[in-house]
């Protein structure tokens, strides 16, 4: 006689979700008897909250790989950066985990990596790289790094930049491209001088309507002349106070591998539109129809399409200010603390693109209560906030720190991804990361 080998929740999760939910919740949906001893035994240690733990919902330790189940993604081992979370490697890209985002201004060693061609050679002069504004200008303008720090007041800022696609894996059914947790972000401190003074010393005709970027970084198919990607904005944001063209990271120059001698730094929107080795400015006369302009690309609808179905973009909008999204920098994903832990001191940073972030809570009973966090002032505009908080745990046992920011116009982030696209933009959903106490 053959026994039958029953799945495990992961497994029943994946492959039944009705009939794991069935088992495992039962109909008034909270955790039960076996289900409840399984589920305990899946994770490691009791659950001291499953009577609040929602229907179908998959604990996070299943749901996200984390390093303490040596499960965990592949690491990018690179001199000078940090052990980042790889991503790809043609071209080369690597998230930052977010325990490596506790800096208030993010070092470059932790900064997150996104390419979309080759790495440029290094100049032999990097103060003599020039830079070309022209187009719909009264004067085409042709000037060296050294002229342009010499010419324009120079500033200093810290300042947001972030993947168009951070957040991407949340997405069900899965999108294409880089599969982002939340650590496409950082917030270095960037110094230059502004693109608006630039483009008012080159003389904007009244025809000027957006930008265009070009970058030295080489295509991926080898071919001279065609340009990685080449995106573009309003006029307005490029001539907004916090638009730079930077030539020093926290104080020292630009590592080669993000952008040096020269990058544009557009925060707040998708920082495919701070285009590293910038060397041309295209002021059109009309919105700017680069390799990454147009379609699907950086865009997102502008009404609900169905999950998973194709689309070729035609009615999509551009993705410009970012979501409103927090991070959790004091406790990894995965953590196993001391038995007898019944505090946690949480702190991490959010951010709302162009706008500010006027709360964060914290939940360790899913989300069945909120805890309000303590959000302190952006440095600067543009400038992602730190915030800090402590919960408590009634016991020991399996814990989901559950973390949620709401923008100054009082969007909070939700509960799942919401408006699915095809290149998955946009995607700001709750975080949970999973602790064991002990």
Known sequence: MTRKIERSVQELYRDDPERADALAFGRRGALKGAALAAMGGAVGAA???????????????????AAAQGTGPEILRMEGKGPLILQGERPLNAETPETLLDEPVTSARNMFIRNNGGLPDVPADPRGWKLTVDGEVNTKLELTVAELESRFPVITRQLQLECGGNGRSFYAPQTRGNQWGNGAISNGEWTGVRLRDVLQAAGLKPSAVATGHYGADPHL??????PAIARGMRIAKAMEEDTLLAFRLNG???????????RLVTPGWPGSLSQKWLNRIWVR???????????????????PIVPGSSNNGADFADLESMPVRSILSSHAHGSRLAAGTRALDLR????AGDLTVQAVHASVDFGATWTEMQVAAPANAHAWQRWTGRVSL?????????????????RMQP????????QGYGGNAISRAAILVG
């Open 415 to 422: 509960h799942l991804p919401a408006n699915w696209n095809p």
């Open 47 to 65: 659950i001291p909250f499953a009577g609040t733990m929602p229907g179908g919902t998959l604990p996070a330790l299943f749901s996200r790989p």
């Open 285 to 303: 006369d009309k919105p700017h129809d680069g390799p990454g302009m147009g379609g699907t690309s950086y865009r997102v609808p502008v009404r």
């Open 394 to 410: 009634p016991a020991d046992g399996y814990y989901e720190v559950w973390y949620r920011a709401t923008d100054s116009q009082g």
């Open 252 to 262: 020292e120059a630009i590592p080669h591998l993000h952008g040096a001698p020269l």
């Open 348 to 351: 991490g940073a959010a951010w």
């Open 221 to 226: 198919s080898g071919e001279p002349g065609r």
